[in-house]
């Protein structure tokens, strides 16, 4: 599967390959994304790679809805 499109968003912090999955679970289960391998702790954002321009959308709006991970 390609991953055209990506969304960077701010998340602080350990564990943020799971924090987002469990988010990402909770509010939007059916958006499939990749996320890359691992991040460094001393990152503030991380960039989620996305299948198409309306998940990338949903995935915004979910975001700004819930504002936490």
């Not at 990402?24 to 958006?31: C, I, S, T």
């Not at 299948?51 to 990338?56: G, N, Q, T």
């Given at each position: 599967m390609t991953f055209k499109y990506s969304v960077?968003?701010?998340i602080?912090?350990?564990n943020k390959l799971s924090r987002f999955k469990d988010w990402?679970?909770?509010?939007?289960?059916?958006?499939r994304?990749?996320?890359p391998p691992q991040t460094p702790i001393k990152t503030e954002t991380m960039t989620v790679r996305?299948?198409?321009?309306?998940?990338?959308?949903?995935?915004l709006q979910a975001f700004a809805r819930s504002s936490q991970m």
């Open positions: 960077t968003l701010p602080s912090g350990g990402a679970d909770q509010h939007v289960p059916d958006v994304y990749s996320l996305l299948a198409s321009l309306e998940e990338r959308q949903r995935m």
